[in-house]
């Protein structure tokens, strides 16, 4: 392997092993957050992606019908 490609693998190696060090208290929220996910409708980010999603697909679909 040359060596600037073992230093990138080495700097993502790194990096990702810097995501999962995580305090305990984080490993909890992160866990429960899989396990009992809140519903679209609570996380407003969510939401706002969807409905630029659903203004999107119907815009299509306009088109379409010309």
Known sequence: MANSEQEALLQTLRANK????????????????????RPPSEVPKLREAFQRYQSMVQGKSHQTDA
């Not at 810097?18 to 996910?37: G, K, N, T, Y």
Request: glycine residues 0%; hydrophobic residues 45%.
């Open 18 to 37: 810097a995501i999962l060090e995580l305090s305990p208290e984080d490993s909890r929220l992160f866990v429960q957050s899989i396990l009992q996910p």
